[in-house]
């Protein structure tokens, strides 16, 4: 248990360049712990599942998907209570942290528009050639889905290895998530935040700065003017894995 006050974003990164990550038991916690599950699940990038029904969402822009335009409204929607999430783990310092790891270019949101109304999202972390998953929502019907479609396009994209989720869920099973074994966790997490001939995962925020890392961003280069990248090519990206 770790008392009240802040989270430095170092800490933060060489706790998940270990396999941990922080939660806390209410949204009006004063204090968080450190989790380490023995099972974790993991989405493999090239194993993600795309129903027909969900392509012909994404390609028909049902929604406008930006990276990073609103950080800060995604944690706070993913931190409200809703009808079925009464209460939720991210508490004021979890959220102070990952604000402060956006600021730094460590963490990252994907949202979903209707118009002008944000009506769903995630956002997570990224280390290497890791993501980690940390909380997604939905506002809208298909909204948490187009977000995580459209992040395992950008993660492919950008050369990333490993999609983290934490916990295993109904709706992230239907996603093609799979729950792993620890070892086996932590295997993929040595391999995505290894240096060019080391596979060893890092324990210090300094040595994370020097693994090989990827571009959360390359995607953004078939963007259009809007900035947000057409449903068509996100669906393009993921319709072999299917």
Not at 129 to 154: D, Q, Y
Not at 182 to 208: F, N, P, T, W
Request: aromatic share 8%.
């Amino acid at each position: 248990m770790t008392s009240p006050g802040t989270l430095d974003p170092g800490l933060l990164l060489g706790a998940y360049s270990v396999g941990v990550f922080p939660m806390a038991d209410s949204r009006d916690s004063a204090s968080i712990y450190w989790v380490e599950p023995r099972r974790r699940a993991i989405l493999p990038l090239e194993g993600f599942h795309l129903s027909r029904s969900l392509r012909r969402v994404i390609a028909a822009d049902r929604f406008r998907v930006t990276v990073d335009r609103a950080f800060g409204q995604i944690i706070a929607l993913c931190a409200e209570a809703a009808v079925d999430r009464p209460d939720t783990w991210i508490n004021a310092m979890i959220e102070e942290a990952f604000l402060r790891l956006h600021a730094l270019g460590h963490a990252h949101s994907v949202e979903c528009w209707d118009g002008d109304r944000l009506v769903g999202g995630l956002y997570g972390l990224a280390v290497g050639r890791a993501f980690f998953g940390e909380s997604m929502v939905s506002r809208a019907p298909n909204a948490s889905k187009v977000a995580i479609a459209s992040l395992v396009a950008r993660l492919r994209a950008g050369g990333f290895s490993l999609l983290d989720c934490q916990f295993m869920t109904a709706h992230l099973a239907s996603l093609g998530a799979q729950e792993i074994d620890r070892a086996d966790y932590m295997e993929l997490l040595g391999a995505a935040l290894s240096s060019i001939g080391s596979s060893a995962a890092s324990s210090s925020a300094a040595a994370v700065a020097d693994v090989a890392t990827g571009d959360f961003f390359a995607l953004d280069a078939l963007a259009g003017v809007d900035g947000a990248v057409p449903g068509k090519v996100v669906a393009q990206l993921l319709v072999h894995t299917s």
